[in-house]
Nanobody
Framework: QLQLVESGGGLVQPGGSLRLACAASEFILDNYDIGWFRQAPGKEREGVACINSSGRSTNYRISAKGRFTISRDSAKVTVYLQMNSLKPEDTAVYFC??????????????????WGQGTLVTVSS
């Protein structure tokens, strides 16, 4: 069974950068669309960036465009989320998720069926 593990979260000052990684245990992610989602306390989970299985197409939430980049490594075992120019409102638990439902372009958490445990990102001075 596919399992996902996130890493790379932490405390960063406003304007700083972090790179999150999503790795699959025992399986490669070749046939899965991958999404990064986040959930702040008291708020609904929201899509941040999604990428299709080939890595050729992506979709970002408006607030992430120009600051965040989702990518897959050539071996397709890890998906990254590079986050630059971080803001306090980016503070949340970040999750990666995998899907084979072919709806990755919606970047809606309801269309993703396999989830990691999450990694906390705190943007604060």
């Amino acid at each position: 069974q596919l399992q996902l593990v996130e890493s790379g979260g932490g405390l960063v000052q406003p304007g700083g950068s972090l790179r999150l990684a999503c790795a699959a245990s025992e399986f490669i992610l070749d046939n899965y669309d991958i999404g990064w989602f986040r959930q702040a306390p008291g708020k609904e989970r929201e899509g941040v960036a999604c990428i299709n299985s080939s890595g050729r197409s992506t979709n970002y939430r408006i607030s992430a465009k120009g600051r965040f980049t989702i990518s897959r490594d050539s071996a397709k075992v890890t998906v990254y989320l590079q986050m630059n120019s971080l803001k306090p409102e980016d503070t949340a638990v970040y999750f990666c998720a995998a899907s084979q439902r072919d709806k990755w372009y919606l970047c809606n958490y309801r269309d993703f069926e396999v989830w990691g445990q999450g990694t906390l990102v705190t943007v604060s001075s």
